[in-house]
């Protein structure tokens, strides 16, 4: 079914109105803003420390794996808190889907514990891996 016209100038009007109100917000601040250029004031400038090096600085692959399997594994304790705030509604068949939720975190996290995804060192294989070893 195709929305009709009667239905579509609310979302014409709200757009507008958000447009609105981004350009007069970005309009004042122009207008209210500070317009100098000291020498000082494009410098970085974080508690009081001058900066001493360059912020490109080149870091391991392994820190944004840890931080991705963090958000990845925090994110799913959401799931579960609002598992728990429905729990008594839900009965036994809520509790039977959220084993099986949690069985497959386990399992996902006992293959990356076992391809030493989080390792944080280096380490030495001294087989194929196995993906392979099942192809095999």
Do not use: C, N
């Not at 207008?31 to 600085?57: C, F, K, M, N, W």
């Not at 006992?110 to 294989?125: F, H, P």
């Amino acid at each position: 079914m195709i929305m009709g016209t009667s239905l579509l100038w609310p979302m014409v009007v709200y757009g507008v109105s958000v447009l609105m109100v981004v350009a007069f917000m970005m309009g004042l601040s122009y207008v209210l803003g500070q317009h100098h250029a000291e020498r000082a004031t494009g410098d970085p400038y974080e508690s009081g420390i001058l900066v001493t090096g360059s912020a490109r600085v080149r870091l391991s692959a392994k820190f944004y794996l840890i931080a991705l399997f963090f958000v990845i594994f925090d994110l799913e304790s959401v799931f579960i808190v609002s598992w728990a705030v429905a729990a008594r509604d839900l009965g036994w068949m809520g509790y039977m889907e959220i084993l099986v939720f949690i069985g497959s975190l386990m399992v996902a996290l006992v293959y990356l514990w076992r391809e030493g995804a989080l390792e944080w060192g280096t380490r030495k294989r001294t087989s194929t891996p196995s993906l392979i070893k099942g192809a095999l």
